[in-house]
């Protein structure tokens, strides 16, 4: 049972453009949201978050929404840039729980 | 500050064969992981240590044990390898971000494949 879905597995975008990567989630438990961006041959790195009590948090090219009632959080990178190009994962977890769960990963590629 | 150090890089194993990964973090974090990487699988958790110690499952434990030896280093081994273990393994560990969110900062990775 996949508690944390991205149904895209891969995104190209124009550089300059709007990267818009979806992510839904199942479990009403989940309170906290998170973005990882992985290139090949590393390890993932933290990206940006989101809790449940805010519906959007921004961070520089990068903005995370999340609408609790469709249990939906998007990623928007703008513009988007080469140096995005990677596989982006969406997690999520219970406050004071200790496991996260992550998403199958988008693989967005930005065409210069 | 080297962050989190996974050895080995790279191994190729026999079926049946034995060998254990190691995980090192330098950022004091109480609590660590081990994943596992397949494609279309996204990241699935194999096992998790909220603090020295302690040691609990996660998705897809069978076939795997962990030790943590102590704050710093946890290790995951493989009894008798298997093919279906061919995958790429993240070590990772955790701290509390934001407002009670858990950031955790992944290792490079190991690539394992079992022939």
């Not at chain 2, 050895?7 to 190729?12: D, M, R």
């Not at chain 2, 990241?43 to 499952?57: F, M, N, Q, V």
């Not at chain 2, 030790?67 to 955790?94: D, G, H, I």
Request: with cysteine.
């Amino acid at each position: 049972d996949q508690q944390v879905k991205q149904n895209s597995p891969s995104l190209s975008v124009q550089e300059g453009r709007i990267s818009i990567l979806n992510c839904d989630y199942t479990n009403s438990m989940f309170d906290y949201f998170l973005w990882y961006k992985k290139y090949p041959a590393e390890g993932p790195t933290f990206l940006i978050s989101i809790s449940s009590i805010k519906d959007k948090n921004e961070d520089g090219r990068f903005t995370v929404f999340l609408n609790k009632s469709a249990k939906h959080l998007s990623l928007h990178i703008v513009p988007s840039q080469p140096g995005d190009s990677a596989v982006y994962f969406c997690a999520a977890h219970s406050g004071g729980y200790q496991k996260v769960t992550f998403g199958t990963g988008t693989k967005l590629q930005v065409i210069p | 500050n080297a962050g989190v150090t996974q050895t080995p890089k790279f191994q190729v194993l026999k079926t049946g064969q034995s060998m254990t990964l190691q995980c090192a973090q330098d950022m004091n974090h109480n609590s660590m992981y081990w994943y596992r990487q397949d494609p279309g699988m996204g990241l699935r958790l194999i096992y998790y240590s909220a603090s020295e110690g302690t040691t609990d499952k996660g998705e897809v434990p069978n076939g795997y044990n962990v030790s943590r030896l102590n704050k710093r280093e946890f290790s995951l081994r493989l009894e008798s390898a298997a093919p279906s273990q061919t995958s790429v393994y993240f070590c990772a560990s955790r701290t509390f971000g934001l407002a009670g969110v858990y950031e955790q900062y992944f290792g490079p990775g190991t690539r394992l494949t079992v022939t």
